[in-house]
């Protein structure tokens, strides 16, 4: 049987925290794309996107691309921005409709932590407009990133919600091949899904909640485990976006059953219950950034990987923190790789003096007063690029992406690829497109919180989670929350629930 299918999706992963205000330039600086165009962007990537499109191949379904765009994660998206991005998508899904006369399911790419100006549930608001156009009828469903802040109104507009089961990420095509299939069984009327959410008072920094580790490891099995059960759909764990400082970020818990709600509900309040049991298992390991470099330097041998987790641009951090880079600057650190810093000042200044020249100028610290201050950096232009590379590692595999201009300043014994646009250098390839080779680097500070583990933890031989100044910090005591519920673990400790 052919369907006739309509794919797209907006994606931000908001910190609420950053004082950089996300617009329409910087959705389409990192991923923007409309109609056919996005048939060409995204397939044969293992995204969820490129998901969707084999999904559609595979049942001969005819395709109706509306919009995908995302932006690198940063603080809240102004409202006209939104407006723009959510009617080109709404504009998709009624031009399909009109078109053909009716349209099977809609198919989206979400986060789940879009914050947007007077609007702190985007995504409820995106799949609640999409169903007033579709009708109760249509099936609507959607994959959201682990770190959705998972809302009720995400889990009454969509006929299913399928979370990454990974962080890091790597699973985002698998799930999206799953919501395909599930759509699918609900067209041939094989099911009639029904779905309950619980969000325990916890709301865990991204750190400690990684999925291959813990807590989230122990939850994670335990929702497979259910999985296995006959009538159970689907069972998703969130392990939400603190950072956004919305009513309902935090730990969530959904499963979608046959028919069965009361089983749902069994489901998800028994995750909950045992969230709540392990929640001191939620704490973060990390070493301030002179100890981090110190031990780092005395390892026998490298690889070591530093993790500066709390200036993650994925985030919301800003990417550009100094504090690390000055103690490796400070303590004659050798050998080592700083993967990256984005400075448009910087690369202005080392293309201005060329290949061999000499840099003399102040690195890092200006998009806010949050990371450390500019460091001043004098050595040698080593490499200058275009900073386009090809993703090869297990995240959005076969995706292009561009870093802007870069450079690679040597410094003593530190590289220091700067660059212009903010982004999460979780592949390898970013220092492989600038002629370094980080397997052979003593050491390698990657401005991640957990997605580097993905590609790093292979070939590292040791990481260590560095405790510096940043709005990714697991240190949530840094933060001042407005929005979030309280009490809630670990902002609030001596609370029964």
């Given at each position: 049987?052919?369907?006739?299918?309509?794919?797209?999706?907006?994606?931000?992963?908001?910190?609420?925290?950053?004082?950089?205000?996300?617009?329409?330039?910087?959705?389409?600086?990192?991923?923007?794309?409309?109609?056919?165009?996005?048939?060409?962007?995204?397939?044969?990537?293992?995204?969820?996107?490129?998901?969707?499109?084999?999904?559609?191949?595979?049942?001969?379904?005819?395709?109706?691309?509306?919009?995908?765009?995302?932006?690198?994660?940063?603080?809240?998206?102004?409202?006209?921005?939104?407006?723009?991005?959510?009617?080109?998508?709404?504009?998709?899904?009624?031009?399909?409709?009109?078109?053909?006369?009716?349209?099977?399911?809609?198919?989206?790419?979400?986060?789940?932590?879009?914050?947007?100006?007077?609007?702190?549930?985007?995504?409820?608001?995106?799949?609640?407009?999409?169903?007033?156009?579709?009708?109760p009828d249509v099936p609507v469903v959607a994959t959201l990133d682990f770190h959705a802040s998972l809302t009720d109104d995400m889990v009454r507009f969509a006929d299913g919600l399928f979370g990454y089961n990974t962080y890091p990420h790597v699973d985002g095509y698998e799930r999206a091949l799953e919501a395909g299939e599930f759509v699918a069984k609900i067209l041939r009327k094989e099911i009639k899904p029904v779905s309950y959410v619980v969000r325990?008072?916890?709301?865990?920094?991204?750190?400690?909640?990684?999925?291959?580790?813990?807590?989230?490891?122990?939850?994670?099995?335990?929702?497979?485990?259910?999985?296995?059960?006959?009538?159970?759909?689907?069972?998703?764990?969130?392990?939400?976006?603190?950072?956004?400082?919305?009513?309902?970020?935090?730990?969530?818990?959904?499963?979608?059953?046959?028919?069965?709600?009361?089983?749902?509900?069994?489901?998800?309040?028994?995750?909950?219950?045992?969230?709540?049991?392990?929640?001191?298992?939620?704490?973060?390991?990390?070493?301030?950034p002179a100890e981090a470099v110190r031990y780092a330097m005395e390892a026998p041998e490298g690889p070591v990987v530093l993790a500066d987790v709390a200036d993650n641009t994925g985030g919301g951090a800003s990417g550009d923190g100094t504090e690390v880079l000055r103690e490796l600057i400070r303590q004659d650190a050798q050998d080592a790789v700083v993967i990256t810093i984005p400075d448009q000042e910087a690369v202005e200044e080392a293309f201005r003096?060329?290949?061999?020249?000499?840099?003399?100028?102040?690195?890092?610290?200006?998009?806010?007063?949050?990371?450390?201050?500019?460091?001043?950096?004098?050595?040698?232009?080593?490499?200058?690029?275009?900073?386009?590379?090809?993703?090869?590692?297990?995240?959005?595999?076969?995706?292009?992406?561009?870093?802007?201009?870069?450079?690679?300043?040597?410094?003593?014994?530190?590289?220091?690829?700067?660059?212009?646009?903010?982004?999460?250098?979780?592949?390898?390839?970013?220092?492989?497109?600038?002629?370094?080779?980080?397997?052979?680097?003593?050491?390698?500070?990657?401005?991640?919180?957990?997605?580097?583990?993905?590609?790093?933890?292979?070939?590292?031989?040791?990481?260590?989670?560095?405790?510096?100044?940043?709005?990714?910090?697991?240190?949530?005591?840094?933060?001042?929350?407005?929005?979030?519920?309280?009490?809630?673990?670990?902002?609030?400790?001596?609370?029964?629930?």
């Amino acid at each position: 049987m052919s369907w006739k299918f309509v794919i797209g999706g907006i994606s931000h992963e908001t910190n609420c925290f950053s004082p950089i205000k996300t617009e329409i330039k910087h959705f389409k600086e990192r991923g923007y794309s409309e109609g056919a165009e996005m048939t060409g962007h995204f397939k044969g990537t293992r995204t969820p996107i490129g998901g969707f499109l084999d999904f559609c191949e595979k049942t001969g379904s005819e395709v109706f691309p509306t919009l995908f765009a995302s932006a690198t994660p940063s603080g809240i998206v102004e409202r006209d921005t939104y407006s723009t991005l959510k009617t080109s998508l709404l504009n998709g899904v009624q031009g399909a409709m009109s078109s053909c006369g009716k349209i099977d399911g809609v198919l989206l790419a979400l986060h789940g932590a879009m914050v947007v100006e007077g609007l702190p549930d985007a995504e409820g608001d995106i799949l609640k407009s999409v169903r007033d156009i579709v009708g109760p009828d249509v099936p609507v469903v959607a994959t959201l990133d682990f770190h959705a802040s998972l809302t009720d109104d995400m889990v009454r507009f969509a006929d299913g919600l399928f979370g990454y089961n990974t962080y890091p990420h790597v699973d985002g095509y698998e799930r999206a091949l799953e919501a395909g299939e599930f759509v699918a069984k609900i067209l041939r009327k094989e099911i009639k899904p029904v779905s309950y959410v619980v969000r325990p008072p916890i709301a865990p920094a991204v750190v400690p909640a990684r999925t291959g580790w813990g807590p989230i490891k122990e939850l994670m099995s335990r929702a497979f485990e259910y999985e296995k059960e006959s009538g159970v759909l689907n069972v998703s764990v969130y392990g939400g976006f603190v950072y956004s400082d919305i009513h309902d970020a935090g730990l969530a818990f959904l499963a979608t059953t046959d028919g069965d709600l009361r089983r749902a509900q069994e489901i998800a309040t028994d995750l909950a219950r045992r969230a709540w049991d392990i929640r001191h298992q939620f704490e973060a390991n990390m070493k301030p950034p002179a100890e981090a470099v110190r031990y780092a330097m005395e390892a026998p041998e490298g690889p070591v990987v530093l993790a500066d987790v709390a200036d993650n641009t994925g985030g919301g951090a800003s990417g550009d923190g100094t504090e690390v880079l000055r103690e490796l600057i400070r303590q004659d650190a050798q050998d080592a790789v700083v993967i990256t810093i984005p400075d448009q000042e910087a690369v202005e200044e080392a293309f201005r003096v060329g290949i061999g020249g000499r840099f003399d100028a102040m690195i890092g610290g200006k998009f806010d007063d949050k990371h450390g201050a500019p460091v001043r950096v004098v050595g040698t232009v080593k490499v200058l690029s275009d900073g386009e590379f090809v993703h090869r590692g297990p995240m959005s595999t076969g995706v292009k992406s561009s870093m802007g201009r870069t450079a690679v300043i040597r410094c003593g014994g530190v590289d220091i690829i700067v660059n212009e646009r903010r982004f999460q250098p979780v592949d390898p390839e970013v220092a492989r497109s600038v002629g370094i080779e980080p397997l052979h680097k003593k050491i390698v500070l990657v401005k991640s919180a957990v997605h580097y583990r993905a590609s790093y933890e292979p070939i590292a031989k040791e990481i260590i989670e560095v405790d510096g100044p940043g709005l990714s910090s697991p240190n949530l005591s840094r933060f001042e929350f407005k929005h979030i519920r309280r009490p809630i673990f670990p902002l609030d400790r001596d609370f029964a629930w």
